[in-house]
């Protein structure tokens, strides 16, 4: 059964600690995301990785950190240094846009990230 | 920087009336896509237009992609509840197709 997978679903933390997002993609694809989407508002991008190893941020980064060690795998560490944290995190993978082809994103369910 | 904003914001029908939610670009798009994102879940791919003036149906849902390629619409015939959710329009940022700016969303309520 193809798809992403995000975890935890809910996440409690402290103010002051970093916490760590998981995302994992079986969809072999490249293009990976990282989205922010605070009640009643839009995505807006954190962090992109277009291959493993290379990374790029999006219009949101400070605050933020990502890896790309596996082609599956791209985690999101929120740090202390993030302002306002609580939000819901979306991750998402598409093809490369190169292999032209339609490169819509699939997203995964979703960590709504709390912290108080 | 690249803007693209949706209008209503929210709308609130009865169940059998049409919907339409439109979507303007600051910058000419290369393509544009369309995502519903149900309550409480994440946003599902719908459809993606690329030629100016392009017109596209999934059943009772119809995109359409401006001439000018700088807006678009998606028209709902006859709503059922299960069109409930927020409706996003996406388009490639300026100088690069890896990535989408999206919309600010268009969230439609329908009652019975």
């Known amino acids: 059964d193809g798809g992403i997978t995000q975890s935890p679903k809910y996440l409690f933390r402290k103010e002051g600690q970093n916490v760590t997002l998981s995302c994992e993609q079986n969809l072999n694809h490249d293009a990976m995301y990282w989205y922010r989407q605070d009640p009643g508002q839009g995505l807006r991008l954190i962090y992109y990785?277009?291959?493993?190893?290379?990374?790029q941020k999006g219009d949101i980064a400070e605050g933020y950190s990502v890896s790309r060690e596996k082609k599956e795998s791209f985690p999101l560490t929120v740090t202390s240094a993030q302002k306002n944290p609580t939000a819901f995190y979306l991750c998402?993978?598409?093809?490369?846009?190169?292999?032209?082809?339609?490169?819509?994103?699939?997203f995964g369910p979703g960590t709504r990230l709390t912290v108080t | 920087g690249q803007q693209v904003m949706q209008i209503p914001q929210y709308q609130h029908v009865q169940e059998g009336e049409d919907f339409t939610t439109y979507c303007n670009s600051s910058?000419?798009?290369?393509?544009i896509q369309w995502y519903k994102q149900r309550p409480g879940g994440h946003p599902v791919f719908l459809i993606q237009?690329?030629?100016?003036?392009e017109v596209k149906k999934q059943k009772r849902l119809t995109f359409q992609f401006g001439e000018a390629k700088k807006n678009s619409s998606l028209h709902i015939t006859a709503t059922q509840t299960t069109d409930v959710g927020t409706y996003f329009c996406?388009?490639?940022?300026?100088?690069?197709?890896?990535?989408?700016?999206f919309g600010t969303g268009t969230r439609l309520q329908v009652t019975l």
């Open positions: 998402a993978s598409s093809s490369n846009p190169g292999t032209g082809g339609l490169y819509e994103q699939y």
């Open positions: 237009l690329v030629k100016s003036g």
């Open positions: 910058t000419t798009l290369s393509n």
């Open positions: 996406a388009g490639p940022q300026t100088g690069t197709a890896s990535k989408l700016t």
């Open positions: 990785s277009q291959i493993v190893n290379d990374f």
